[in-house]
């Protein structure tokens, strides 16, 4: 993070707290985080005022006490250096369900309590109770949408997209984005099927995927990702790696991709001609790969663009948004990105701001740079989405000299 001019003027001393402090937060919040999932839910549902029967008092304690311990183990064994699927599938849907249950808690626990005291309505324990089921009814209902959600095929999303230095001959060019499929321990294969069938129903010229395949190896989730090779386009299939390729042998995904039939865009560029214009189509690694220590992986963007027309137009695919600053720098035109799912379970969106310039959507950055956001068309870890739905998207590209350009 780089220090502004209020804190140069601290003393060395003062600067030096607060990081302190930020080192200690980070080192110590993977073991409060998951205390606190289980132990605010815990509180709110059964010692909140609510004077249980015993039985059920011990009977709920005792579930939330192994969920706390049970989920973080699933979680190591599943995505640790076991691998081992089941136990994968344990503890994110865990993780999803004590997200939603923890947040509604939270939320119903005080604004609820506070109306049901306003309105007058019953006693003490009445309130509490009400509460109670109130949030497991509002959390059940969230899970089970949250689930059909994420598992079926995405949504397709249509925008046009204008672009200044866009040719009228580009004008009308269909370019459909998928990204973060995330194919992994809950076999997706169908599921995978359909959405390369609805791709193809879009008569794309060009198809993306901005990175995120899967959460494994390119051997151990190959069947799923093998429909990606029926993908249609009329001027090709294009792939940047995500910061997931770079957990499971990043460069087994790109040789994957390659055999699939989709050029892997690793810091290079190609060219979409059409009605007599050019378009420079380039992509960069994740931002993460050069951390990751695999040689020749790294997000250069000089690199990507060497020797492309600077007065072309240029569609720039990068997994993060965050890239967005050296794209605008560059003086790209349109950036495609995924990676923020849109923040997945709500409202972990307000988290995902913290760290990404956008959420979801088409943005403006700098003099002309635009960049589109996708919330992904699968799903990372937990199998829920609520309030981020998924989408397959199609982005039709407008020339401000075609007469068919609002």
Not at 9 to 20: D, K, M, N, V
Not at 54 to 59: G, I, K, S, Y
Not at 344 to 355: C, E, G, K, M, N
Request: hydrophobic content about 45%; aromatic content about 8%; overall charge neutral.
């Amino acid at each position: 993070m780089t220090e502004t001019g209020d804190t140069r003027s601290a003393t060395g001393e003062a600067r030096e707290a607060p990081r302190g402090g930020l080192r200690l937060l980070m080192r110590y919040l993977p073991l409060v985080a998951p205390v606190l999932l289980w132990a605010v839910p815990c509180w709110v549902l059964l010692y909140g005022g609510q004077h249980w029967p015993f039985p059920v008092t011990v009977t709920g304690t005792v579930l939330f006490a192994l969920g706390l311990t049970g989920m973080p183990l699933a979680m190591a064994r599943g995505h640790g250096r076991r691998q081992q699927d089941r136990a994968a599938i344990v503890g994110d849907t865990l993780l999803g369900a004590v997200w939603v249950l923890f947040t509604w808690s939270v939320l119903l626990g005080v604004l609820l309590r506070l109306a049901l005291t306003a309105a007058g309505a019953g006693d003490g324990q009445d309130r509490a109770r009400t509460v109670t089921w109130a949030v497991l009814g509002v959390t059940a209902a969230l899970l089970a949408w949250g689930y059909a959600e994420a598992r079926r095929v995405p949504r397709v999303r249509q925008l046009d997209v204008p672009l200044p230095r866009l040719g009228a001959g580009l004008d009308g060019t269909r370019v459909v984005l998928i990204t973060d499929t995330h194919y992994g321990p809950l076999d997706r294969a169908r599921w995978s099927a359909r959405v390369c069938e609805t791709v193809n129903t879009l008569d794309a010229d060009l198809v993306c995927h901005t990175g995120d395949i899967a959460d494994g190896t390119a051997a151990r989730r190959r069947a799923q990702a093998a429909p990606l090779g029926t993908v249609r386009a009329t001027h090709g299939r294009v792939y940047v790696t995500g910061n997931h390729e770079y957990y499971s042998e990043a460069q087994g995904w790109v040789d994957l991709m390659d055999e699939l039939g989709w050029e892997p865009l690793r810091n290079r560029h190609v060219l979409l001609e059409r009605g007599g214009d050019t378009l420079v189509v380039a992509g960069v690694d994740d931002v993460t790969a050069e951390s990751s220590g695999l040689p020749g992986h790294r997000a250069h963007l000089a690199g990507a663009l060497q020797g492309a027309d600077p007065g072309l137009p240029v569609l720039l695919l990068a997994h993060q948004p965050t890239f967005v600053d050296r794209a605008a720098a560059h003086g790209v035109d349109l950036q495609l990105s995924g990676h923020t799912h849109g923040g997945q379970i709500w409202p972990f969106h307000y988290l995902v701001r913290l760290d990404q310039p956008a959420l979801a959507g088409l943005s403006h950055h700098g003099a002309r740079t635009l960049l589109y956001t996708s919330r992904g068309t699968g799903f990372w870890g937990p199998p829920f989405r609520v309030f981020a739905p998924s989408e397959i998207t199609l982005l039709v590209l407008r020339s401000p000299q075609s007469p068919t350009t609002p």
